[in-house]
């Protein structure tokens, strides 16, 4: 009613409704995303606009499909209403792109690992789907979305080294250099860098950075790291070599923080190495963890991950429903929510234009214990709920939650609660097929130089290889580094690599002495 | 440990007090072998690591427990602490509590090492004040880890519980005459031996309770809580070795008292103090309760005593742990913000001579479960005072903008509320709207409104929607509080209030323990005081009617209809029933520095933005506004000359000739207004502004300043008759510059009280 008397006097003022956009209880959270969703949706619409018209100009017919932080895509006149929900879509393109490579490679679960300049960013892949999360904080600001669970610190390549002068102990980061002024050896600042240490340790090649687009300045490197090496009486390798042992094990503790605090085993997982620093630093953070393999996706797909990602993504509406029901349960009440949710659902993917059989409703329930707040999110069967159903999702609501807890946390007696319906309602779209991998050709085996691969360690004479001359089934030990134009791989060495059919690049650890 | 006075403070009659070194059974192992040559690449590595395993503790208490009052009052804090239970790292929660679990712990090593022992495995617990807590409602686990059949460290986690039994429920008691009426105290008992939940002890634990079943889920979270940190210290330990490990827990302790002392010698030596009242110490009570802090700064150490402080009484007294630990959370705060907390460094430099049997070194069986709300609050309020004022003394600046006026939350105003809610279940609880708190204004820049609490860093209010779905009530309004945050050259933060109907029961009933109904909290070099605590009952509002009426919800007392009745600050059991409204008002922090030199255009932007009225502008800033809205310069100079002329003019004391002093090279600022000067002819306090010697550097310089008293009912926002509640006279005397009429501080006292000394340098 409001939101009509609006639109009737202000024709051309975007108006957003907290109720269409979060039905969640919790109004602080309310009413930041649906402000933030009014800050952004002027500029959404316009760049939308933009796109449409230009994309029709070339002659494209079909609905423009944008991708949401979900990881699913929805037609574009829906984000223009709702461009809340692209924020942090980014990355959860990677999750997606991600979590398509490990159905690919029969792999249920994977830990996705992205590091660019200024962040490192993770999120899991369990069972065949990514972890989703309900709250998103942007700077003080929280609010409600359903989004992809993906977490980040503070830890990339340009990521400023510096001496805590009370503790003299060397501290990386948070601050950043990003990528203007930079890294020291880009040639502008001074501040010595996670991509100095790189460079001093042997692990990148100033003379091939971006494929030899630009040089990096060495010396500069060393210059920079100086100062800090004087004041730490160590010297300049192993302050580098220092400093990247710091990140990689900020790294895993975020990665253990993601899988270990929930109850979930990392050792269980594969890790899915990305950005241009990702598989640089890969395999000590998969060692710390006792992770034996990496993936990087590589081949004609890697260079543009997250669009590739993209394409992977079905059409996804989340439906969501905050109810606060005590037992027993009204299972009546329980069936006609979950219809009406999914009606809606299916009325929305009909005007989305997917076809019947590619139609498909996940379900879920929030549940907790009474007078608690957290609650836990428990898959639903699907179809109209028995009492015995009930029954096994309260006894699946207690699995989880002990796997999280521990057992014996699980305590029945203070009675349990529903807090939240969830719906997902997916349109099964067309996947991409991936392509042969094609070898450039050309010797692999490049060159040699001196790596520092550990803290403290003499630098080891170390094979380097040039990425696009690998062909599929080539097998690489470590100690060795691969080169490609956007990204350098580290081969530690207790590892080995190989290459397989599909073009990725695979890290072995295990057998390997931890 | 029995001091030279004879008392012996071993936790029984007085507050425990540790033997150093501590007394412990020779058959309990520690390990103490720590590597020394520690690479800073391996330090910075494990500390990250241990941090973490910390966090972690806490956040499994958190996602486990799950109750609104870890979720939103985090009324819980994880530690690890050493194998002689030093601290290593208290959690990011609520930082008072760091110094019960210390006790908690050494008492155990001193008193069950030898019976029942303490072995791989078992998990302790206590509440008890006098030993390891701050009330008996939060009730401490705590964990020992061995290494190889010596002790290795400790983990501990304290969480604030729903009901633990005594004659009113919930976790405060306004009725408390002693102990014997309040939630029994635990010693430590070992609740887990050898990682076995004893049946047996839980439900002795758990039978107090009115809420057992939540008390036991509770439980098990602080149990977990436990196990994980241990488990993952064990890795951590398996992976580095042990005497790596406890290299790196005595280096961040170590470090912490580098940086701790470093910043103790730009500050010179001298003494600081701050006082302020709490009206009644239980319902019926009708006194007025002087709480002091006071702290001593000579070479390396920081003395705390809190000398003048009234005798004990009533249900509001805190232990001697308590107020060490609401003093170290101030101390963590402002001077080891940098050092991730590790108060252990500063412990080794802090001295407690605090006298025993008064209001904040309450002797058993004092009545102390209503001391955080009350007593224990304003501590943490007067210490933040005392450090600001020595801060400001300091040569360095990063420490001078540490200096802070005094937060609104220096009292908690209960409303603890009990009934059938809308689902026909028992419920006892009380309403965490007020840590959305007013903070404090700093040295150059104003507190935040509804900013939280400055001991908490992530404290959150809850959502009103939230409330309204677990208790029966339904929120006329909550809303910032215009004016409430003091007025001064930086504005405290405002508060807020909150007013509610019962939903769908037929009453429910109200406890309220709180302070500063009648009397504010003090200001800071001459800032306004707080604002006031305020439970309104209105009885027979029609509110519900009004809404009928004209379809919209009352958003304002004067829209209700029916009685309105102050509830006083310790009520046990006022009741609310279907027609009535309850509204809980709490206080806005004070303000810092002479309202009169805030840039009048700041003014102008508070009363747009709704902060400040334009009325409360001209009579607390002088500063009037013109026609679009800026300040108007002519008339502000001329209203702020006139209040000037005001202060003076209404003030008392010796009209003497007035000596100025030039700016001369030795000069230490004291004090917004105030600086000392040595001159040939001695050192003494001369006003910033107008250079007119104040008083000898020796003296109280309030002695040398024009004084004007005022009945405190005449004085800051929503005054109340103080004959409603409390039967002294307390005043409130202002200082004035009697040069140029800036106001150096304002502070609350009776009326025959000598006027408060809150600063004197020990010059060389």
Redesign the interface.
Known sequence: MLKSMVQRIAPDVFVSCSSELIAK?????RIVGTAVNCLIGPVMKEYVEKIEKRAASLGFQKPLLVLQATGGVVPSREVVQTPLFTIGSGPAAGMTGSAFLANHLGRENAIIADMGGTSFETGIIYKGSPLTASETIVNQYIFSMPRLDVQSIGSGGGSILWVDE??????VGPQSAGADPGPACYGKGTQPTITDANIVLGYLNPDNFLGGRMHLDKGRSVEALLPLAKK?G?DVL?VA??AV??VE??MA?LIR?MTI?RGLDPREFVIIAYGGAGPTHACQFARELGIKRIVIPLGTISAAWSAFGTLCADILHVYEKSD?L?QPFDLEHINKTFEKLEAEGQAQLEEDGVAQNQIVFERFLEI???????QLTVPVPSGHLAESEMEQILARYEDIYES???K??A?R???VEIGLFKVNAIGRMVKPRIPEPVSGGGEPLTGRRNVTWQ??AEPVDTPIYTGPHLTAGDVISGPAIVEYPETTIAIHPYARGSMDAAGNFIIDLEGQDK | MISEDGINWDGKTYSYIPSDPLVIDPSLKLHDQTEDDLDPISFEVIRYAMWNINVEQGNTLLRVSGSPIAAYGHDFNPCLLDERGNFVFFGPFLQYLSSASGSAVKWTLENRAANPGIEDGDIFLTNDPWIGAIHQADVCLFAPLFWEGKLFCWFANTLHQWDLGGTTPGAFNPISENVFWEAGCIPPIKIVEQGTLRKDLEEEYIRRSRMPDLVALDLRAQITACNVARERMQQLIDKYGASVIKGVMRKLQDNSETAFLKRLETIPDGVWSEESWIEMAREGDRGVYRNVVRLTKKGDKLIFDNDGTDPQTGGINCTAIAWKGAIAAMISAQMLFDQMFVIEGAYRHMEFRQAPGTLTCATYPAGVISAPPTVLLQTIGLAGLVISRMLYCSSDESLRSEVQSCMGALNFPVDAIAGIDQRGNQYVSFLLDPVGGALGALSWKDGVNTGGWPWDLQSTMPNVEDNEIFYPLVYLWRREIPNSGGAGKYRGGNSAELAYVLNDTEALTHHTTSGHTIIPGPGLFGGDPTSRTRFILVKDAKAREAAGRDGRMPTSMDELGGEHRHISPKTGGVVQQAGDVFLLAWTGAGGYGDPLDRDPQCVAEDIRDGHVTADWAEDRYGVCLNDQGGADAKKTGALRKRIRNNRLSAAEGQMRDLETLPEGPEEIPVSEGLVISTSANGAFYVCRKCRTVIQDAGENYKKGCAKRVTNVEEVGLSPVKPDLFIDDKIVFKEYFCPGCATIFQGDFSKEEDDDIWDIRLFLA
Do not use: C, N, P, V
């Open positions: 209880r919790g109004e602080y959270e009370i503790s003299g102990t060397l501290k730490l160590m192993d070599a220092g042992q710091i094990s900020k503790e923080q605090q606060l005590s907790k214990y009474k007078m608690q707040i957290h999280f807890y521990g014996g946390s305590y007696e203070a009675g803290h403290k």
